[in-house]
């Protein structure tokens, strides 16, 4: 295998088992809220994995920021205002058609990576915050009656684990843009069919 094709299939083969391993990780709790800080730091690595909705935005985001050759602000927004999104909801703030508007900023990111849409860092890192408040808001349903601590810890998965999945796929855009821009109207796709 050539070292131009063993990378991707490395890296693919290194989702797989961190997916798996997110999931059996996400099960200890069995549908419970985390009542430890291991489990809310398991649940965060693991939820935005397990749910591919949440990996696909993710995944866009950081390949629209690999795209636009703009730095990393609209993957590090789409992080923070998962955060946000989540302490939203904890705190008791609603967020009406909350799984419409996951699907929709998970379509409306596979579209803008299908059509390569370059744009200011400024609006892709607010477009991206509105998009992280919608899915942390969604994933915030997973720790609503968790004590503080098991929270912190969740909140602190979720950031770490969406962050580094965001600046792959940032690095990976920058790696191949040049050589696959159909490849990256293809992931643009997948993005959509996920959602």
Same mark, same amino acid.
């Given at each position: 295998m050539t070292a131009s094709i063993a990378r991707p299939v490395a890296l693919a083969g290194l989702l797989? &088992?961190?997916s798996?391993?997110?999931a059996f990780a996400h099960h200890p709790m069995g549908g419970e809220v985390p009542r430890t800080v291991f489990h809310g730091l398991l649940s965060g690595l693991g939820h935005p994995i397990i749910g591919l909705d949440h990996l696909a935005?993710? @995944?866009? @985001?950081?390949?629209?920021?690999g795209i636009a050759r703009r730095g990393l602000l609209p993957v590090i927004a789409f992080s923070a205002a998962v955060i946000v999104g989540v302490v939203a909801h904890v705190g008791g703030v609603g967020l009406p058609g909350g799984e419409f508007l996951v699907g929709l900023t998970t379509v409306l990111i596979g579209a803008l990576v299908i059509v390569r849409q370059d744009m200011s860092p400024a609006l892709a890192a607010a477009l991206f915050a509105v998009a992280g408040f919608v899915h942390g808001h969604a994933l915030g349903e997973a720790v609503v009656g968790a004590e503080q601590t098991p929270i912190a810890a969740y909140l602190i998965g979720l950031f770490v684990v969406?962050?580094?999945?965001?600046?792959a796929a940032y690095a990976a855009a920058l790696?191949?843009?040049e050589r696959a821009r159909a490849a990256l109207s293809i992931a643009g796709a &997948? @993005?959509?069919?996920?959602?």
């Open positions: 797989v &088992v961190l798996a391993a997110s935005a993710i @995944v866009g @985001v950081g390949l629209l920021a969406q962050s580094a999945i965001g600046l790696r191949f843009a &997948v @993005v959509d069919r996920k959602s």
